[in-house]
């Protein structure tokens, strides 16, 4: 990477060993050629001045590259200006853009990379995020469908689509896809709180209540199935079980805003009485 700039992240890494044999040589050969010239002052001189301004050079190229390696963001940035054809890269500089709220340039960037490649699932499947996480539902279900015809990309993709479904009130295919994503891969913690929120939505609240509880069998510090258990123990006006579930998510997550707004309403049901919609088996 200072000699020249190889642009993929992995081949600087693998060139750091070898660079260790690379910069020996360069030492010995100083060396013989310091031995060759004794005896001519002048041109132990230009070995010295040669040696030195190569030792500089080296110096500020390597501090330079450093500027690269601050930041994932400004690896991936310099790895795009050095061989701008190359996807991967460019689609993990959109993600980094997207971290750090930089998001019309990540579109820019996905777009440019199916430009580029639009056999590459994974920018699909990134773009669709980006989408769906600005509230561009319909766009994102395109990108979606489309990430998930590649093959690699199928699971991975099956619980964003069914959550957007979801999102879009298309409750059919979400339980479907939400389903089937399961059958895939049955220890998704975030899937089954997903289907479950979906049912307890649809007042389907035996199934909802299962679903969750296999979620936090999977992961019994999961937050937001903690929360939504609770809200629907409220939704069934179960106070108590609402109660114990909301305690528990502010235990993990203190500042939890939901979580307390809905330990609130425990509190005002327990003393103004349950509303006859919330009295649902």
Same mark, same amino acid.
């Given at each position: 990477?200072?000699?020249?700039?190889?642009?993929?992240?992995?081949?600087?890494?693998?060139?750091?060993?070898?660079?260790?044999?690379?910069?020996?040589?360069?030492?010995?050969?100083?060396?013989?050629?310091?031995?060759?010239?004794?005896?001519?002052?002048?041109?132990?001189?230009?070995?010295?001045?040669?040696?030195?301004?190569?030792?500089?050079? #080296?110096?500020?190229?390597?501090?330079?590259?450093?500027?690269?390696?601050?930041?994932?963001?400004?690896?991936?940035?310099?790895?795009?200006?050095?061989?701008?054809?190359?996807?991967?890269?460019?689609?993990?500089?959109?993600?980094?853009?997207?971290?750090?709220?930089?998001?019309?340039?990540?579109? !820019?960037?996905?777009?440019?990379?199916?430009?580029?490649?639009?056999?590459?699932?994974?920018?699909?499947? &990134?773009?669709?995020?980006?989408?769906?996480?600005?509230?561009?539902?319909?766009?994102?279900?395109?990108?979606?469908?489309?990430?998930? =015809?590649?093959?690699? #990309?199928?699971?991975?993709?099956?619980? *964003?689509?069914?959550?957007?479904?979801?999102?879009?009130?298309?409750?059919?295919?979400?339980?479907?896809?939400?389903?089937?994503?399961?059958?895939?891969?049955?220890? =998704?913690?975030?899937?089954? &709180?997903? !289907?479950?929120?979906? !049912?307890?939505?649809?007042?389907?609240?035996?199934?909802?209540?299962?679903?969750?509880?296999?979620?936090?069998?999977? *992961?019994?510090?999961?937050?937001?199935?903690?929360? *939504?258990?609770?809200?629907?123990?409220?939704?069934?006006?179960?106070?108590?079980?609402?109660?114990?579930? !909301?305690?528990?998510?502010?235990?993990?997550?203190?500042?939890?805003?939901?979580?307390?707004?809905?330990? &609130?309403?425990?509190?005002?049901?327990?003393?103004?009485?349950?509303?006859?919609? *919330?009295?649902?088996?």
């Amino acid at each position: 990477g200072i000699l020249l700039r190889v642009g993929f992240v992995i081949a600087e890494r693998v060139l750091y060993t070898p660079s260790l044999g690379f910069c020996f040589l360069v030492a010995v050969g100083f060396k013989r050629l310091f031995i060759l010239a004794s005896g001519r002052k002048i041109s132990q001189q230009v070995v010295i001045a040669t040696m030195l301004y190569t030792l500089v050079v #080296m110096s500020v190229k390597t501090v330079d590259r450093n500027k690269d390696w601050e930041s994932d963001l400004a690896l991936f940035e310099s790895g795009v200006k050095v061989i701008p054809e190359n996807v991967k890269i460019r689609n993990n500089y959109a993600m980094e853009l997207k971290s750090a709220g930089r998001l019309d340039e990540a579109s !820019l960037q996905y777009q440019q990379s199916l430009e580029l490649d639009p056999d590459y699932g994974e920018v699909y499947f &990134n773009y669709g995020n980006l989408l769906y996480d600005t509230g561009n539902l319909s766009e994102a279900a395109i990108y979606f469908e489309r990430a998930i =015809q590649f093959p690699h #990309m199928y699971a991975k993709t099956l619980n *964003n689509l069914a959550t957007l479904y979801y999102r879009q009130g298309r409750y059919k295919e979400a339980e479907s896809r939400f389903k089937e994503s399961l059958q895939l891969a049955s220890d =998704q913690a975030t899937t089954y &709180n997903n !289907l479950a929120s979906m !049912l307890g939505e649809l007042r389907r609240n035996s199934e909802s209540e299962e679903l969750f509880r296999k979620a936090l069998e999977m *992961n019994p510090t999961y937050v937001e199935a903690h929360f *939504n258990l609770g809200t629907l123990y409220v939704q069934m006006g179960r106070l108590d079980d609402a109660e114990a579930s !909301l305690q528990h998510a502010l235990r993990l997550n203190p500042n939890h805003r939901g979580a307390i707004n809905n330990l &609130n309403v425990v509190h005002y049901y327990r003393k103004n009485g349950l509303p006859s919609s *919330n009295n649902v088996p």
